[in-house]
């Protein structure tokens, strides 16, 4: 089993949508989880952080960890054409920064 | 926002080749990183270094590979015969060092083995 899956997608939403991005992770020890974004020939930008199980939100953004189903989300509310990139989703067991990442989701929302 | 530089940005080389592959961190950062992402593939971890020294490496990071910051400004990935499976974007980044805190990367060096 992978330790982290996350589906590529691509996702095309219209804008103003409300976008979902979703990973599974099989490793119990990762107690962080971020969400990157990634623009073409860029390099990860990262978007949330947040520490073990619970709900984190900044301003159209909000992350969702559920330790228990060890899964986590990603919402994007009132989606803009700049929201356009790859977001990966990304884990880390420690205070380390070792991070496994998903192999990321192509959103694009279209105006 | 203060940015990772990578140089450069495309690096073509022959197999069996050696490349240097530069990265100017964040000024005030102490922990410095290197990961790769091959074409469709996951972004993965190399290496971790703080101190002058290597902190963690992966299973990938093998002798073919070394790091090095020769000064106070430049952090360097050093492939010594480059495969063709090396070819890959190669990602910088940095952090300041206090707890739990954001992770900057570079843009990347695109880095193609022939």
């Known amino acids: 089993q992978k330790e982290v899956e996350q589906d590529p997608g691509p996702l095309s939403v219209p804008e103003g949508a409300i976008v979902s991005l979703n990973c599974t992770y099989s490793?119990?020890?990762?107690?962080?989880f971020m969400w990157y974004r990634q623009y073409s020939r860029k390099g990860p930008e990262l978007l949330m952080y947040?520490?073990?199980?619970g709900n984190k939100e900044d301003g159209r953004f909000t992350a969702q960890v559920d330790k228990s189903s060890k899964y986590i989300s990603l919402f994007i509310r009132d989606s803009q054409p700049s929201d356009s990139a790859t977001y990966l989703c990304?884990?880390?067991?420690?205070?380390?920064?070792?991070?496994?990442f998903g192999k990321g989701t192509l959103l694009t929302v279209n105006p | 926002e203060p940015e990772v530089t990578q140089t450069p940005s495309h690096q073509v080389t022959q197999m069996g080749q050696e490349v240097i592959l530069r990265c100017v961190p964040i000024?005030?950062?102490?922990?410095f990183y290197w990961y790769r992402q091959i074409l469709g593939q996951k972004v993965e971890f190399l290496v971790s270094?703080?101190?002058?020294?290597?902190?963690?490496k992966s299973e990938i990071f093998d002798d073919q590979f070394s790091v090095e910051r020769p000064d106070g400004s430049n952090f360097t990935l050093k492939i010594r015969s480059t495969k063709l499976e090396d070819s890959a974007m190669y990602f910088c980044?940095?952090?300041?060092?206090?707890?739990?805190?954001?992770?900057?990367f570079g843009s990347g060096t695109q880095l193609s083995v022939l």
């Open positions: 270094f703080y101190n002058n020294e290597i902190s963690e």
């Open positions: 990304a884990m880390k067991e420690g205070s380390n920064y070792k991070l496994t």
């Open positions: 490793n119990s020890a990762f107690q962080y």
């Open positions: 947040t520490y073990s199980s």
């Open positions: 000024s005030n950062h102490l922990y």
């Open positions: 980044a940095s952090r300041s060092g206090s707890s739990n805190e954001k992770l900057f």
